[in-house]
């Protein structure tokens, strides 16, 4: 896991064919704005590691909560379940200056 700048993850989003963008607030926190693209899969869902084991390992993941603390707990959960490339965006939606989108 890496953790990356608001700047480092537009950046990488750029130019990463193989990105996957994954907030993991509660749908509550994403009605407030999430980055485009995003998916959200709430990490206090008790169907969250289900899900994730579900997910391709050879994409990239970019991580996306609040704060940047959760984010990072999901990187964590993910790398122990074999996911390689994992982004953590410190400071999460907090620190976020670009782009929001409303679902």
């Given at each position: 896991?890496?953790?990356?700048?608001p700047n480092?993850m537009?950046?990488?989003?750029?130019?990463?064919?193989?990105?996957?963008?994954i907030?993991v607030?509660?749908?509550?926190?994403?009605?407030?704005?999430?980055i485009?693209?995003?998916?959200?899969?709430?990490?206090?869902?008790?169907?969250?590691?289900?899900?994730v084991?579900?997910?391709?390992?050879?994409?990239?993941?970019?991580?996306?909560?609040?704060?940047?603390?959760?984010s990072?707990?999901?990187?964590?959960?993910?790398?122990?379940?074999?996911?390689?490339?994992?982004y953590n965006?410190?400071?999460?939606?907090?620190?976020?200056?670009?782009?929001?989108?409303?679902?």
């Open positions: 896991m890496k953790n990356i700048s480092e537009r950046n990488l989003l750029e130019q990463d064919k193989n990105a996957v963008l907030d607030r509660s749908p509550e926190e994403c009605s407030e704005g999430m485009k693209g995003a998916e959200n899969i709430n990490l206090f869902d008790p169907t969250f590691m289900e899900k084991s579900k997910m391709d390992k050879s994409k990239n993941y970019y991580m996306i909560c609040r704060s940047g603390n959760r990072g707990t999901a990187c964590g959960a993910m790398a122990q379940m074999g996911f390689g490339t994992l965006l410190s400071g999460g939606m907090m620190a976020w200056d670009g782009e929001v989108v409303y679902p």
